[in-house]
């Protein structure tokens, strides 16, 4: 049974950093794409990252480009996504999905239809 769990979320300071976790289970890290999602009260959910099993690269939407890090541990089956110098309009509730028969372009960012497996998200929020 394939299972994401986030965890990690919470309320920060403009500036801050939080790492978000992801733990899976039912796949291998090797053979899917993960992605962050973020998805803010009134609009639409959005790619913020996503780390390619196939190829072993990471690929993030501009907005966090250079700001956030994601992460895997294979050993724990876990994606991470290291988040530095936050601001407010990072607050959202952070979601981790699993694509596991993705074959297409990483850029722009897979959409969320993309997507099989999702987690229940996290709430981050980011005072200013």
């Known amino acids: 049974q394939v299972q994401l769990v986030e965890s990690g979320g919470g309320l920060v300071q403009a500036g801050d950093s939080l790492r978000l976790s992801c733990a899976t289970s039912?796949?291998?890290?090797?053979?899917?794409?993960i992605g962050w999602f973020r998805q803010a009260p009134g609009k639409e959910r959005e790619g913020v990252s996503c780390?390619?099993?196939?190829?072993?690269?990471?690929y993030y939407a501009d907005s966090v480009k250079g700001r956030f890090t994601i992460s895997t541990d294979n050993v724990k089956n876990a994606v991470y996504l290291i988040m530095n110098s936050l601001k407010p309009e990072d607050t959202a509730v952070y979601y981790c999905?699993?694509?596991?028969?993705?074959?297409?372009?990483?850029?722009?960012?897979?959409?969320?239809?993309?997507?099989?497996?999702w987690g229940q998200g996290t709430q981050v929020t980011v005072s200013s």
């Open positions: 780390f390619s099993g196939r190829d072993g690269r990471s």
């Open positions: 999905a699993a694509a596991s028969g993705y074959s297409g372009s990483y850029d722009p960012l897979p959409s969320a239809y993309e997507y099989d497996y």
């Open positions: 039912g796949f291998t890290l090797d053979y899917v794409a």
